[in-house]
């Protein structure tokens, strides 16, 4: 076994070592592609041959069951078998292949998604089992052509692993069990892309955006993941091993002094006081909030409540969710953003899967707006989980003024049916907006006069400033949240509502990076919110920076041409005990 080194973004911070385990996404992207007509035999040799392959492996599992289990459990594989002669396998997939020139992975896709919603819609448990089955089948033959492995499923891990997969969509990581997970290591992806996100907010170390993680590490392979610095040892010497595990005492050791922060304010030593608070997916986070002394809760991303489901949550249980949020985060408030749905965050129930360009197709609020009937469960919901706590609400992706006002009107209209039905709910809720689009930001100043406060989305925003996909590792290099076009969108959304009397803040991941907190204190921000893992930090940094030097660093940053200038602004500009921290 050869020692060898990888270098990624470095998107969680932390240390782990442990055996690697690779794991193979259940939810698999599957493209179109046309075939020319001297193609389509081969195409069918192909999909014949995933179907023979498929036998094969389930006959393997029935003996192993057999063995294993007895007779009587094995029953399921030989169901399987006989599902797999459905004239779905045996005559539509082929028909179709030979018919449209479509390649088969797709039109057997296509085919199991739309089984997959008439099963949905029959009321009948019998015929919804064996929808899971058929689906089970189809996946099967699916991978099969794809040429990825057959794997065991991750959550029935029992030992701790390094998880190394090619990527991880946001369904696949709130399925993952966590306990027995240590880091992430992925092939694409970048400091922005989900797995990034919620890494983070699971203070796990990750290295994202490796290329070819999966190709390069083997299942058991020794890994050490620093996630602080995008590296991954790969099967080290023992005097490297021994290292690293210094290196990992240490920073624990700096996690536990920051625990001293947890009941101090975020405010400056010159007494410029910035609200704290955290970024949270679900509501398991809320008590891991009040550990890292988080003020409330500053992006609820909502869209989670909805996936890994067939049906959308009902307003009661959506209600009950933010119900919780609003009692668990007391007399802080607790900002719901609602559903953003598309980009990568997809269900196949809701989205459009022909969407060329998802990130900039029919994703959040737009989908929102489109379907004003799933629009009001949401905002229904929150009204009445207001009456129980400081809950405000913000809308994502908004890119004009024309969503704004629609959006108020649903709410409006919300408001009025639970008055008339006589429901207790809190009107005059707060309402706020996501600056994650450069038009919004250059209309700000009119947006504000709409809105109760802003919050600055970088994760999104820069990716559309700079039309860089945020999950693509090949243009991971054009994140860059100091280029003076994202510094001038920031300062324009923050004087816009500022010169109106209203407050800003930022939820995208750059409010959590130590580097820019002191940039970002002197631009003016009065919220901060960011993965609860990096809380304390972020506040013990704000408490040793002043605030007149920080206004110093902004103006210093408006004068300059590059990234690289503002950074050594900043590093100049510091005080020097802050300095040893951050760079
Ligand atoms: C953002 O875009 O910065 C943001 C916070 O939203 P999300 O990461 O959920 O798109
Ligand atoms: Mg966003």
Redesign the pocket.
């Known amino acids: 076994m050869s020692e060898k080194i990888f270098h990624g973004v470095p998107a969680s911070g932390g240390i782990a070592i442990g055996p690697a385990y690779l794991y193979h996404s259940q939810g698999l992207t599957v493209s179109r592609r046309k075939l020319k007509p001297e193609e389509v035999e081969l195409e069918l040799k192909r999909f014949q041959e995933a179907l023979a392959k498929t036998r094969s492996q389930i006959k393997g599992l029935e003996e192993k069951a057999k063995e294993k289990l007895g007779e009587e459990h094995a029953s399921i594989f030989s169901a399987h078998q006989v599902l797999l002669e459905d004239p779905l396998f045996t005559e539509d997939v082929a028909r179709i292949v030979s018919s449209d020139h479509i390649n088969a992975e797709f039109v057997l896709h296509e085919a199991l998604e739309k089984f997959k919603t008439v099963m949905a819609s029959l009321n009948d448990e019998y015929f919804r089992e064996r929808g899971g089955d058929i689906r089970d089948v189809g996946n099967r033959v699916l991978r099969n052509l794809m040429g990825k492995g057959d794997k065991e499923e991750l959550k029935k891990l029992d030992k701790e692993i390094i998880l190394v997969a090619n990527d991880l969509i946001p369904s696949d990581m709130v399925n993952l069990p966590t306990e027995t997970i240590k880091a992430f290591c992925t092939d694409v992806g970048g400091k922005?892309s989900?797995v990034a996100?919620v890494s983070r907010s699971m203070g796990l170390p990750a290295v994202v955006g490796m290329q070819k993680a999966t190709m390069d590490i083997h299942d058991g392979d020794l890994l050490i993941v620093d996630g602080n610095k995008g590296l991954v040892l790969v099967n080290p010497r023992p005097h490297i091993i021994e290292q690293y595990r210094h290196l990992k005492e240490e920073y624990v050791a700096f996690q536990k002094s920051l625990e001293a922060f947890k009941n101090l304010p975020a405010v400056t030593p010159d007494g410029r006081r910035v609200t704290l608070a955290a970024?949270i997916e679900t509501p398991l986070e809320l008590d891991d909030m009040a550990r890292h002394g988080a003020e409330g809760i500053g992006?609820y991303?909502t869209?989670f409540l909805y996936m890994n489901r067939e049906e959308n949550p009902s307003e009661e249980e959506q209600f009950q969710a933010y119900k919780e949020l609003a009692v668990k985060t007391g007399d802080h408030p607790a900002i719901i953003?609602t559903l953003?749905l598309g980009?990568d965050?997809f269900l196949s129930h809701l989205n459009d899967s022909e969407e060329k360009n998802p990130f900039l197709g029919l994703r959040a609020i737009r989908l929102c707006l489109k379907r004003p009937d799933i629009f009001k469960i949401q905002l229904r919901a929150i009204l009445r989980a207001a009456a129980y706590g400081p809950i405000k609400i913000m809308f994502?992706m908004i890119s004009s003024l024309s969503e704004v006002l629609e959006s108020k009107v649903l709410l409006q209209e919300c408001a009025e049916e639970l008055k008339h039905e006589g429901q207790v709910f809190r009107s005059g809720i707060e309402v706020g907006v996501?600056i994650?689009i450069p038009s919004a930001a250059i209309i700000a100043d009119i947006l504000i006069q709409e809105v109760d406060f802003f919050?600055?989305?970088?994760?999104?925003?820069i990716?559309y400033s700079m039309a860089a996909d945020?999950g693509n590792e090949s243009v991971a290099y054009l994140y860059d949240p100091l280029n003076p076009a994202i510094l001038r969108l920031i300062h324009m959304t923050v004087e816009a509502a500022h010169k109106a009397g209203k407050w800003v803040g930022m939820?995208?991941?750059?409010a959590g990076d130590p580097q820019f907190i002191p940039l970002l204190l002197g631009i003016g921000l009065d919220e901060l919110s960011a993965s609860v893992s990096v809380i304390s930090e972020i506040k013990k940094i704000i408490r040793m920076m002043p605030y007149e030097k920080a206004k110093e660093i902004a103006l210093a940053a408006t004068r300059v041409k590059t990234s690289d200038e503002v950074f050594e602004i900043i590093r100049d500009n510091v005080p020097a005990e802050l300095k040893a921290i951050l760079f």
């Open positions: 922005t989900h996100i970024n992006l991303r869209e953003r953003d980009g965050k994502p996501m994650e919050s600055i989305g970088t994760n999104d925003l990716q945020r939820c995208g991941e750059v």
